[in-house]
C-alpha cells in the first residue's frame, strides 16, 4: 500500500473521530437549552452577579462587585496571593 | 495535465511520508512536542470561551444597577433609608434590598455565600423553584428555612439530616432546615449558596434593622439604564453604581490573556516554537546534504526538493494540529478540563461541576492555527530553500 494512502487512512480516522466528538457536542448544545433556562430562573431570582467558580477568595467569587484593590485590602502592605488571582484578571473600570 | 501534476504531487508526497517514516522517531517527538503546545493553547482558548460565553448567557439576568455604598475604599452597609431617596428618579421599576456576605467554615475550611431576600419582590422570583433538584423555596414568612446549593449539601452531610447550625458573630448558634436545593445545573451559579429570608440573614451577620449589603435596582426601561444610574450616582454620590452592562463587561475580559497563566501557556507555546524553529535553520545533517545531492543527480529539481520539504512541514504540522486540538476539546468535555483545576478554582474547597461545551468556531480555530500552524510553516522556509540549494556534488566528494 503506497505511503499516501496509509496517511489519507489515518487522516480519516482522525477526521471521524472529531465527526463524532462534533455530532455529540451539537447533542450536549441541545441538552444545554433545558440547563440554561435553570440558570436564568436561578440568576434573575436571586439578582446573582458572578458564577461560584472560584470560592477560594472574595475578589474571585465575585469578580464584577469587587473592585480592582480588594485584593490587597487585608492588611496594609497586603500582596495578591491566592492561586486562582493567576488565571483571573482584575475587573476593568 | 492535471491527473500527471496530481500524480507527481502523490508520489511527491510518498515520498516526504517515507522521509519522515525513516526518521521516525525524530518525526514523532517534534509531533508530540507540537501537539502538546497545540494542546495546552488550544485547552486554554476553550476553557476561557466556554467560561465567557456561559457568562455573558446568564448574566443577561442579573440585576439592572446594583447599589453599594463606599467607605474608606470599602464595601460597607447601605441604609435601607436610600430607597426613599430613589424614588424621585423616574424609570426604577422597583428596588429590592438584599444581605449577603460570606462565611467560613472553619472546620470544613470552606467559604460560603450567604444571601437573604425576599424573593417574591425578584423579577422572576416565582420562578425560582424551576431551578430546584428538590425542596421549595421558603416564604419570607418562614423563618430558619433555607436553600442550599450541591456543594453545600455535600460539605455539611445534608443528604443525611435536614437541619445544620452557623455561628453567629457572638459564637452563638443558629439553626436552619433545609427546605430546598438547587438542581446540579445551575451549580456554576449556585454551588456555594445559602439561600435564606432578609430577617434571617440580618440575625446571622448581626446586621442592624435599617441597613443592608446592597439594593438591586430593576428599571422600567433597559435602555435608560446608563441615565438612571448617573442621576443615581448624582444623588447618593457616596455609592457605588454597578450596571448591567459593566458586569457583563467585567466578564468578557475577565478570563483573557493577559492574565498570568495565560502568559504561561503563550510562552510555552513560543519557546517551543523557537526550539523547533531553530532545529529547522541551524543547517543540515550530513546525511540530509547527501539525500539532496543524490536526489540531484538523480534528476531531481530544486522545486521539487522545495516541495518535499512542505510536504513534510504541512504533514507534521497538520498532523499535531488536529491531534492537539482532538485532545483539547476531550480534556475540556469530558474530563472538564482536569489539568486547569487547580488553577482556575485555586485553593477554593467548594468546587462546582463544570459542563463546559466549548464553540467551535471558525475563528477560535484560524486562532490556534495563526499561533502555531502558520509560525511553524514559516520558519521551514528558509531551512527548506538552503536544503534545495545544495549543489548536486557537494556531499559526494567525501
Redesign the interface.
Known amino acids: 500500500m503506497r505511503p499516501a494512502l496509509v496517511f489519507s487512512l489515518l487522516l480519516s480516522l482522525l477526521l471521524t473521530l472529531d465527526g463524532v466528538l462534533f455530532a455529540d457536542g451539537l447533542v450536549r448544545r441541545k441538552g444545554e437549552d433545558a440547563t440554561l433556562a435553570r440558570l436564568e430562573a436561578a440568576t434573575s431570582g436571586l439578582g446573582l452577579t458572578d458564577p461560584a467558580v472560584a470560592t477560594e477568595a472574595r475578589y474571585t467569587r465575585h469578580p464584577a462587585v469587587s473592585d480592582a484593590m480588594a485584593p490587597f485590602m487585608d492588611h496594609p502592605g497586603a500582596i495578591e496571593h491566592f492561586p486562582t488571582g493567576t488565571f483571573w484578571l482584575p475587573p476593568p473600570r | 495535465m492535471a491527473p500527471r501534476n496530481l500524480e507527481k504531487q502523490?508520489n511527491i508526497?510518498?515520498y516526504a511520508?517515507?522521509s519522515l517514516?525513516r526518521r521516525r522517531m525524530k518525526s514523532l517527538s517534534v509531533l508530540l512536542v507540537f501537539a502538546a503546545v497545540i494542546f495546552l493553547l488550544a485547552s486554554f482558548q476553550m476553557v476561557t470561551q466556554a467560561?465567557t460565553d456561559?457568562?455573558s448567557?446568564?448574566?443577561a439576568?442579573?440585576?439592572e444597577i446594583?447599589l453599594?455604598k463606599m467607605s474608606a475604599?470599602?464595601q460597607e452597609a447601605i441604609p435601607l433609608a436610600y430607597r426613599d431617596r430613589l424614588a424621585g428618579i423616574f424609570g426604577i421599576r422597583r428596588v429590592?434590598p438584599?444581605i449577603w456576605g460570606?462565611y467560613f467554615d472553619e472546620v470544613r475550611l470552606?467559604?460560603y455565600?450567604v444571601?437573604g431576600?425576599d424573593?417574591r419582590e425578584?423579577?422572576?422570583?416565582d420562578?425560582?423553584d424551576?431551578?430546584l433538584a428538590k425542596g421549595t423555596i421558603p416564604g419570607p414568612e418562614e423563618q430558619g428555612r433555607v436553600v442550599v446549593?450541591q456543594s453545600i449539601v455535600k460539605a455539611l452531610n445534608l443528604d443525611e439530616r435536614n437541619t445544620f447550625s452557623l455561628f453567629r458573630p457572638d459564637l452563638s448558634l443558629k439553626t436552619f432546615t433545609v427546605s430546598g436545593a438547587?438542581?446540579r445545573?445551575?451549580?456554576?451559579?449556585?454551588?456555594?449558596?445559602i439561600?435564606m429570608s432578609l430577617a434571617d440573614a440580618r440575625d446571622l451577620y448581626e446586621i442592624p434593622a435599617g441597613l443592608v449589603t446592597?439594593l438591586?435596582v430593576y428599571v422600567a426601561n433597559p435602555k435608560e439604564i446608563g441615565t438612571i444610574a448617573r442621576k443615581i450616582s448624582a444623588i447618593l454620590p457616596g455609592v457605588?453604581v454597578?450596571t448591567r452592562p459593566?458586569?457583563q463587561?467585567?466578564?468578557q475580559?475577565?478570563?483573557?490573556w493577559?492574565?498570568?497563566?495565560?502568559s504561561?501557556c503563550l510562552l510555552a507555546a513560543l519557546a517551543s516554537f523557537v526550539i523547533l524553529a531553530w532545529d529547522k535553520a541551524s543547517g543540515l545533517s550530513p546525511e540530509e546534504r547527501r539525500e539532496i545531492s543524490i536526489l540531484k543527480v538523480l534528476g531531481w529539481e530544486t522545486s521539487d526538493i522545495l516541495a518535499v520539504r512542505f510536504w513534510e512541514s504541512v504533514?507534521v504540522s497538520g498532523?499535531a494540529c488536529?491531534?492537539g486540538m482532538?485532545a483539547a476539546?476531550?480534556h475540556v468535555?469530558y474530563f472538564a478540563a482536569f489539568l486547569?483545576r487547580?488553577?482556575?478554582?485555586?485553593?477554593?474547597?467548594?468546587?462546582?461541576d463544570?459542563?463546559l461545551?466549548p464553540r467551535?468556531a471558525v475563528g477560535n480555530i484560524l486562532l490556534i492555527l495563526a499561533f502555531t500552524v502558520v509560525p511553524y510553516l514559516a520558519a521551514t522556509v528558509i531551512p527548506a530553500w538552503r536544503s534545495a540549494t545544495v549543489p548536486a556534488d557537494s556531499a559526494l566528494g567525501g
Open positions: 502523490l508526497l510518498d511520508l517515507s517514516w467560561l456561559k457568562a448567557q446568564v448574566l439576568y442579573t440585576p446594583t453599594q475604599g470599602r429590592v438584599r460570606y470552606a467559604n455565600t444571601m431576600m424573593v425578584m423579577p422572576e422570583g420562578r425560582l424551576t431551578a446549593g438547587f438542581s445545573d445551575t451549580d456554576i451559579m449556585t454551588n456555594d449558596l439561600v446592597d438591586c457605588r454597578l459593566q458586569i463587561k467585567t466578564y475580559v475577565v478570563f483573557g493577559r492574565s498570568g497563566f495565560g504561561i504533514i498532523l488536529i491531534v482532538t476539546y476531550i468535555v486547569f487547580p488553577v482556575l478554582m485555586g485553593w477554593s474547597v467548594l468546587r462546582p463544570l459542563h461545551v467551535m
